[in-house]
């Protein structure tokens, strides 16, 4: 079946700009989860959502960056006054189920190059 | 919160050869631990995960080995093939949310 997709794939900006990006889960997965990759490094937990309701921002690195998932499927990832250490590639994930041994499948990212 | 660390860095073997991955983790509480495998441009991809009620798990060519007592847990890599050059990521996670930490990822290069 289909998995994550995330659009854009590349997003361009310039400083100060506001960006959306977008994930799409695996149908049906209840969970979905926002990380943030930069070069060199291993995904960093951004949010997570348990259905419509955020069950955990602690990730976000500040009021810049916000996340919605209205529907309890798709899910928007906001970032306004955009910064050149904003620049990475943003991967989100989804799972069927919570609890600390479900299986997080990702898409494939949205790279965000900040100028 | 937890520390997930990763070693080594980079790894080249010959094909056909045996690759060992290691990482620790810092919080006595996590209970998940997968492997990623990430090639270029693409998003990580699950290859293998344990529970903390396990000590060894194995799918065909790749297995992993959680030490509790140690912290650590490894990924072993049997008969390399130059498809699994790319980066594994080892991650560890715990509580209700079951956000991932990440290690920092290692560079497997397999020679034919």
């Known amino acids: 079946g289909a998995g994550v997709s995330q659009t854009p794939s590349n997003k361009v900006t310039e400083k100060g700009k506001y960006v959306e990006l977008r994930c799409d889960p695996i149908?049906?997965?209840?969970?979905l989860y926002w990380y943030r990759q930069s070069l060199g490094q291993g995904p960093e937990f951004l949010i997570y959502f348990q259905g419509t309701g955020a069950a955990d921002d602690s990730g976000l690195p500040n009021d810049r960056f916000f996340a919605v998932r209205p529907e309890g499927s798709v899910s928007t990832l906001k970032i306004q006054r955009t910064e050149r250490g904003d620049s990475a590639v943003y991967l989100c994930?989804?799972?069927?189920?919570?609890?600390?041994?479900?299986?997080?499948?990702f898409g494939p990212g949205t790279r965000l190059t900040v100028l | 919160g937890e520390n997930v660390e990763q070693h080594p860095s980079t790894l080249s073997v010959q094909e056909g050869d045996s690759a060992v991955i290691k990482c620790t983790y810092s919080?006595?509480?996590?209970?998940?631990f997968p492997w990623y495998k990430q090639e270029l441009g693409k998003g990580p991809q699950l290859i293998i995960d344990i529970r903390s009620n396990v000590g060894e798990k194995k799918d065909q060519r790749i297995a992993v080995t959680l030490n509790k007592t140690a912290k650590h847990f490894s990924l072993h890599i049997t008969e390399t093939q130059p498809e699994d050059s790319a980066v594994y990521f080892c991650?560890?996670?715990?509580?209700?949310?079951?956000?991932?930490?990440f290690g920092k990822g290692i560079t497997l290069s397999v020679r034919p």
């Open positions: 149908s049906g997965h209840t969970a």
């Open positions: 994930a989804s799972s069927t189920r919570t609890g600390p041994d479900n299986e997080q499948f």
């Open positions: 991650a560890a996670s715990f509580g209700a949310n079951s956000k991932l930490t």
């Open positions: 919080d006595s509480a996590s209970n998940y």
